[in-house]
């Protein structure tokens, strides 16, 4: 890793260089990257005030999302879409599909794709305030949800208002452009952060499974192949918690099984623990400093990560202090991986 002053150029590790693979390469790269709505100096006070300003914040993710010349790119926390980030990636050459937060959050995900490579065939986007819907429809309560009052809001005793987190996620298909017998999604989400509502995020994670299975069915009926899965995103979700096992308790993982509810419908794999091991942080404050960010992929014989991102340790004189820093725009360290789709 660079040391050098403003932002930081990573490297992709590959596996083996001595394997040559033949099949249809791809990079992605997810990364949370901080809405500029939440930059406030009470939270980021461990940060000096001109890593902070919008400016400069954000030509240094623009630089740093270009050194990766990443072929998809899942974002977190994007604030200013329709103002910068769509026009600003999109002039690189990217198409972009986004959603933006229920209610009155600012900020959304966002998956930007080279449409030279990639074509989209299909989306979907999530809104995990759909399990609060889904609570009152079953209950026959046909009513405003919406909180009349600080009190009400606070009332997380109740099912409808504690799912009601406004939190989202999108799905997209994509054929290569000169490759059209594969088929590739790519899901993008950011979950709830608050560990006193574990229960929440779990019930989040596993509605993304439901809702990304129902979509490989849609997408594998309407072009009659069988699409490769990739799922990225903040989790807010430390490795080993519920979460985590819960995403990956459909593959062959030696991570303990949660007992007291059924598997994943999906089996997935984190790219980083299959190859390296997790890493040791992937968001960095004085506070809090841990894994929250993942690129999971479904394995099999004929998709194969071939490298990683590779990321600071603890001891990074990059990483000193929290970010963000000179260094690094965001809170969060971005994530990504080399895929090959094997030839057949």
């Not at 030279?116 to 046909?142: F, P, W």
């Not at 990739?230 to 989790?235: E, H, K, Q, R, T």
């Amino acid at each position: 890793m660079s040391t050098s002053k403003g932002p930081i150029t990573g490297k992709f590790i590959p596996v083996d260089s001595t394997t040559q693979f033949h099949g249809f390469e791809f990079r992605l790269v997810s990364y949370n990257i901080l809405a500029q709505a939440y930059v406030s100096g009470v939270k980021l006070t461990h940060s000096a005030e001109p890593f902070l300003k919008w400016n400069d914040r954000n030509q240094a993710i623009l630089t740093v999302l270009r050194s990766f010349e990443a072929d998809i790119i899942c974002l977190q926390e994007v604030d200013e879409y329709d103002t910068f980030y769509k026009h600003k990636i999109e002039s690189q050459g990217y198409s972009s599909v986004y959603i933006q937060r229920s209610g009155t959050k600012p900020d959304g995900c966002g998956i930007f794709y080279r449409n030279n490579k990639l074509k989209l065939v299909m989306e979907e986007k999530i809104d995990y305030n759909d399990l609060a819907n889904s609570i009152q429809e079953e209950a026959g309560l046909y009513v405003d949800l919406k909180p009349k009052n600080a009190e009400d809001f606070e009332d997380l005793n109740d099912p409808r208002v504690r799912l009601k987190r406004d939190c989202v996620g999108i799905m997209a298909a994509f054929r290569p452009v000169d490759c059209s017998e594969h088929l590739v999604i790519v899901a993008n989400t950011h979950l709830y952060w608050d560990p006193e509502l574990a229960d929440v995020k779990l019930a989040q994670a596993k509605y993304l499974l439901s809702r990304l299975t129902k979509f490989k069915t849609l997408v594998a009926d309407k072009f009659d192949r069988k699409p490769f899965i990739l799922l990225s995103g903040d989790f807010n979700s430390v490795p080993g918690d519920k979460v985590y096992r819960y995403l990956i308790s459909g593959s062959s993982s030696t991570e303990p099984r949660l007992e007291e509810m059924e598997d994943s419908p999906i089996p997935l794999n984190s790219v980083y623990a299959s190859l390296r091991g997790e890493p040791q942080f992937t968001n960095c404050t004085p506070d809090f400093t841990d894994t929250l960010d993942y690129i999971f992929f479904c394995p099999s014989g004929s998709i194969k990560p071939i490298s990683y991102l590779d990321l600071p340790e603890a001891d990074s004189s990059d990483v000193k202090g929290g970010l963000p820093n000179d260094n690094h725009p965001s809170d969060h360290l971005p994530i990504g991986a080399d895929f090959v789709v094997l030839a057949k």
